[in-house]
């Protein structure tokens, strides 16, 4: 018997241990999840209602103590501030979590058949100037549906001075010119964004996953795109017009237009304009037009070490891995790395593995292509060096240049050349078909 009740105490003994082993236990395990998720107790704020608040969620709009938003009404109270005229110039605005616009599938379409259009934030006439402050946070199910109103996007016109960053966005977008789902337009800066938002209406122009139209004065940096964009000229998986800054940038997208197409940027237009370490990995093409790059479909400022992987294709001409035409003297193209297909058919020409047409510099790039075309002007780095002032140095090619049909001028290097090419090498390919001049690193030297 008294052995019998020694091992219950026992048994009583090993019970409170254990469940006190389990307590400590449980609280330790909280305590860990609760500091390590510390940055992130954050949730996602209710379906946005098609309403307004009537205020922000606190905040005086300070560096210190800026604006809050929290939920769908806030941004769009926000969204009707700036269109009634507050421009919020020098001062600050945050996100404080995800906002969910309208709820979405996991393969992106809308959960609803009729999905909550949001109106997009500023206009020419009332342009957002402040700073707003994504904190990371994501903008959920934005769907735009003004086909025939300009200036479409988050931020319908963000104008100078005017900050944003760090935001995500999902949903769909179709906007008339200059459409891009973070900004319509901007002259301001662009940074830490990242977009899976296609962007339609195949008919306009100015279309870009981020901004459709960047001014002088903008910097678009550090950005993402994963969805598609369409349009007619001027349409970039970054921005489809920019005169400013894009840099740090990544595409992994599908763009279609008509003239002047690019993975990252449509047209950089101007010698200021520059484009400097970007990546876009997809497919570009156009649709029975012209001017189409894997980074940009015209240049005329600088390209500088940027990469593209993928396909750059054309129905018609001047079609390039990095630019289909870097046109004149005062455009580079410096330190650039393509592994693609570059193919223009129809009646197409001015087809290279970095530039369709080249006007100024192209140096350090290489290029493992499989450039072809129908008739002339066919090269592993430019179908055509335009000009004395025209300059291929320090590139390498690998791959096949071809010549598919028609008459012309196929080289390793240029198709032809006005110009000075020096210090290249290739190890390549070089294929005529039908009437062509070929050579291994020019096929014609005027």
């Not at 009634?84 to 945050?94: D, M, R």
């Not at 479909?297 to 018609?316: F, H, L, M, P, R």
Request: aromatic share 8%.
């Amino acid at each position: 018997m008294k052995k019998t009740m020694i091992a219950k105490k026992n048994k009583f003994k090993n019970s409170n241990f254990l469940s006190s082993f389990l307590l400590v236990t449980i609280f330790a395990v909280i305590m860990s999840l609760s500091l390590l998720g510390a940055a992130n107790v954050y949730g996602v704020s209710n379906e946005w209602s098609g309403g307004k608040a009537s205020g922000f969620n606190g905040g005086n709009g300070t560096a210190t103590n800026p604006y809050l938003i929290s939920t769908g009404e806030e941004l769009a109270y926000f969204a009707a501030q700036v269109n009634g005229g507050v421009s919020y110039a020098g001062q600050y605005i945050e996100l404080g979590q995800d906002i969910l616009l309208n709820k979405m599938n996991a393969n992106g379409t809308f959960v609803s058949g009729s999905p909550r259009a949001f109106t997009s934030i500023g206009s020419a006439a009332k342009p957002f100037q402040g700073i707003f402050e994504g904190n990371g946070f994501e903008i959920i199910g934005l769907y735009k549906v003004q086909a025939y109103a300009e200036n479409q996007g988050l931020f319908g016109y963000a104008g100078t001075n005017s900050q944003i960053k760090n935001i995500k966005i999902s949903g769909s977008m179709a906007g008339d010119g200059k459409a891009g789902v973070v900004a319509g337009y901007t002259n301001g800066l662009i940074t830490g964004c990242e977009v899976n938002c296609p962007v339609t209406v195949a008919w306009t122009s100015y279309h870009g996953g981020i901004t459709g139209y960047a001014g002088a004065d903008s910097v678009i940096s550090n950005c993402t795109v994963l969805s598609s964009v369409e349009g007619t000229d001027n349409v970039g998986g970054i921005v489809g017009y920019t005169q400013g800054k894009v840099t740090a940038c990544e595409s992994s997208s599908t763009l279609t237009g008509q003239n002047r197409v690019g993975g990252i940027a449509g047209y950089a237009a101007g010698a200021g304009s520059e484009i400097s370490n970007c990546r876009f990995t997809g497919t570009v093409k156009d649709v029975n037009g012209s001017y189409t790059g894997g980074i940009a479909g015209q240049v005329e400022g600088s390209i500088t070490g940027c990469t593209v992987d993928g396909a750059i294709k054309s129905k018609n001409s001047y079609v390039g891995g990095i630019a289909g035409y870097a046109a004149g003297v005062a455009s580079k193209i410096i330190d650039c790395t393509v592994v693609a297909t570059v193919s223009t058919s129809g009646g197409g020409s001015f087809a290279g593995g970095v530039a369709g047409q080249a006007d100024g510099l192209i140096s350090g790039c290489f290029a493992d292509v499989h450039v072809s075309a129908p008739n002339d002007n066919i090269g592993g780095i430019a179908g055509y060096a335009a000009g004395a002032a025209s300059v291929i140095i320090d590139c390498s090619v690998a791959g096949t240049i071809e010549a598919i049909a028609g008459q012309g001028y196929v080289g390793g290097v240029a198709g032809k050349t006005d110009g000075l090419i020096t210090y290249c090498s290739s190890e390549w390919s070089v294929i005529g078909t039908g009437q062509h001049f070929v050579g291994g690193i020019v096929g014609h030297a005027s």
